[in-house]
């Protein structure tokens, strides 16, 4: 099955905050981030009930360099995957969690 991608409204500003972020630490370094979570929901489109569910029917997938984490979950009647956030790992998982209003 060939997935599409949907995301949450928020999942921009997730990362545009994390991009901010780093290129504050080191210009050119947001540019790093973004690749690495394209490569990882390139991984996710790929396969993605490989990825165990975390809570409820949501799932992650991780990015393989930053320490993110993109919580999705499968909408297979529309044959889509829903991103609901990008998120650092060691961010309060309460905070995912709370943008489950759509599910």
Known sequence: M???LAYYDEVKQDV??????????????EKRFA????EALDR????????EVKYRNVRTVLCRVF???I????DELA???????IV??????EFSRSRQHNL
């Open 2 to 4: 060939i997935w599409k």
């Open 16 to 29: 545009k905050e994390a991009k901010n972020w780093y290129f504050k630490r080191q210009p050119g370094l």
């Open 35 to 38: 690749l690495d979570v394209k």
């Open 44 to 51: 996710l489109k790929k396969d993605p009930s490989r990825y």
């Open 67 to 69: 320490p993110y984490a």
């Open 71 to 74: 919580h999705f979950y499968i």
């Open 79 to 85: 044959g889509r995957l829903v991103i609901i956030a």
């Open 88 to 93: 650092h790992q060691h961010r309060d998982p």
